[in-house]
């Protein structure tokens, strides 16, 4: 796993170093934990995007090598739409609201005639992203949202702004504010704390919403956040309040993880569904903009 040095985001370039520097070592491995030869596999599936250029070609160079050498069906995965994928699989939720919380997105999603539909989105930054650079200023280790989550344990609130615009939330002042807090000399708990009793309620907020509109009886988290014991608290108390089924992905699949992409492949490859773009990656490739053809 790539882990940014303390105090500093993610390096697209040095991530993609790293990515080259351990392919054939988590390739070699992968086969191993699964007791396969490489000739027993039916179909290569890599993520296309969205996300960071660099890394994207890295593991696309690296899949196409693996097509052309060993014959194989190529599959362009959706990066996002892997994450309820693998969510519904290992979850046995049906048609759920999804909420998308990770580092790079914050989306609530729902599948509506043929295609995964955003009811709401970050307007700015994403949540896991707010809380890994309020971390970092802390300076806390990477990834943030677990060290946050264990300050928060201890503290006790102050007011950051609380952003909902209808369907979206935005970030973006609250992480200004945070920050600004920690500069005046506020504690670290009480901001943690603060943080995530607000962002979460906001997320809680327009999941309610999206059920409403819906009619939807299911909630499915998903993505790295997902793994926040608060935030699967507040959301599972909404969901008893309206009567809705509560999922959770299991923490192992729930930040960025290989299964996700071979599940989602697999299901677009036996569906025969088809990119309609040419170019190996396509970083900023919007869920809503993949048809379905699997459910």
Same mark, same amino acid.
């Given at each position: ?9 993610? *390096?697209?370039?040095? =991530?993609?170093?790293?990515?080259? %520097? ?8 992968? #086969?191993? /934990? &699964? ?95 707010? *809380?890994?650079?309020? =971390?970092?200023?802390?300076?806390? %280790? ?8 264990? #300050?928060? /344990? &201890? ?141």
């Amino acid at each position: 796993m790539y882990v940014p040095p303390l105090g500093k985001g993610i *390096l697209p370039q040095e =991530a993609a170093k790293h990515h080259d %520097k351990i392919k054939e070592d988590v390739l070699s491995r992968a #086969l191993q /934990k &699964s007791n396969l030869e490489i000739e027993n596999v039916d179909v290569i599936a890599y993520s296309a995007g969205p996300g960071l250029p660099p890394p994207l070609i890295t593991t696309a160079n690296f899949a196409t090598q693996l097509s052309k050498k060993y014959k194989k069906p190529l599959v362009k995965v959706n990066h996002c739409c892997a994450h309820l994928e693998i969510g519904k699989l290992t979850t046995n939720a049906r048609d759920p609201i999804f909420v998308y919380l990770s580092g790079g997105n914050t989306q609530i999603i729902a599948f509506v005639e043929g295609r995964y539909r955003i009811f709401g989105e970050t307007e700015d930054i994403s949540l896991g992203n707010l *809380l890994d650079v309020v =971390a970092r200023e802390m300076k806390l %280790k990477s990834p943030g949202g677990p060290e946050i989550e264990k #300050l928060a /344990k &201890s503290g006790k609130y102050v007011e950051l702004p609380y952003v909902v615009k209808g369907m979206d939330v935005s970030f973006a002042g609250i992480q200004t504010a945070a920050i600004n807090l920690l500069k005046k000399g506020i504690a670290k708990e009480d901001i943690a704390y603060s943080l995530q009793e607000t962002c979460f309620a906001m997320v809680v907020e327009v999941t309610e919403r999206a059920l409403a509109h819906t009619g939807k009886k299911e909630v499915l988290l998903v993505g790295g956040v997902a793994s926040n014991k608060r935030l699967q608290e507040m959301m599972e108390k909404m969901c008893e309040e309206r009567g809705a089924d509560f999922h959770v992905v299991p923490q192992e699949y729930s930040g960025d993880n290989g299964a996700m992409i071979a599940w989602t492949g697999l299901l677009a490859y036996k569906s025969g569904w088809k990119a309609n773009f040419k170019d190996k990656i396509k970083p900023r490739w919007r869920i809503d903009e993949v048809d379905i053809t699997w459910i």
